[in-house]
């Protein structure tokens, strides 16, 4: 079975850090490309950031950039997002999400996605 | 940054009817739109992309049309599981990759 699982998340306070973990399995991980989409309460969906299959391009929102850090270990079948200077605002459900292949070629929809983990940032 | 505009915000149907979902886009995106269903407390799932081809296992009631700037989500024959919130999603002119801000589909 195709799943993503994060985990990581968690109450932090204003200016503080944390690491999001995205465990991947079913699929070959180190062919597809992967996103970091996340959801604050009752609002919509935010994407956040692009990792392609190799690392080797690397795309952020406006609103993350600087202060996050999207990452991947292929051997370890696993997605990562560092996040630092962390705001109210950051607050969400943040999901990582598998970049659509279309006859083999990237679309950058997203075809799998995880459960979520909770992202709280308050004092 | 293209901005995706959903509407109606809200659309109050019976099953059995048919639900019009429309999403406009700042600038012309071709046919890069996707559409995606999120229920309550679940992760968004992929229905509609390319602006009118199914993802697998979708089923035939749901369909996609429209080009440039308007598109359309049709839901045929509104069954109690389609009662939702539907996103847009386009990836014509990125980054940033950008949704709607959706469309809730109630029972009415």
């Known amino acids: 079975e195709v799943q993503l699982v994060e985990s990581g998340g968690g109450l932090v306070q204003p200016g503080g850090s944390l690491r999001l973990s995205c465990a991947a399995s079913g699929f070959t991980f180190n062919s597809y490309s992967m996103n970091w989409v996340r959801q604050a309460p009752g609002k919509g969906l935010e994407w956040v950031s692009y990792?392609?299959?190799?690392?080797?391009?690397?795309y952020y929102a406006d609103s993350v950039k600087g202060r996050f850090a999207i990452s991947r270990d292929n051997a370890k079948n696993s997605l990562y997002l560092q996040m630092n200077s962390l705001r109210a605002e950051d607050t969400a459900v943040y999901y990582c999400a598998r970049d659509f292949r279309h006859n083999w070629n990237e679309t950058h929809y997203m075809d799998v996605w995880g459960t979520g983990t909770t992202v709280t940032v308050s004092s | 940054e293209i901005v995706l505009t959903q509407s109606p915000a809200t659309l109050s149907l019976s099953p059995g009817e048919r639900a019009t979902l429309s999403c406009r886009a700042s600038q012309s995106v071709s046919g890069y739109l996707a559409w995606y269903q999120q229920k309550p407390g679940l992760a968004p799932r992929l229905l509609i992309y390319d602006a009118s081809n199914r993802a697998t296992g979708i089923p035939a009631r749901f369909s996609g049309s429209g080009s440039g700037t308007d598109f359309t989500l049709t839901i045929s024959n509104l069954e109690p599981e389609d009662f939702a919130v539907y996103y847009c999603?386009?990836?014509?002119?990125?980054?940033?990759?950008?949704f709607g801000g959706g469309t809730k589909v109630e029972i009415k």
């Open positions: 990792i392609s299959s190799g690392s080797s391009t690397i």
């Open positions: 999603h386009q990836r014509s002119d990125w980054p940033p990759l950008t």
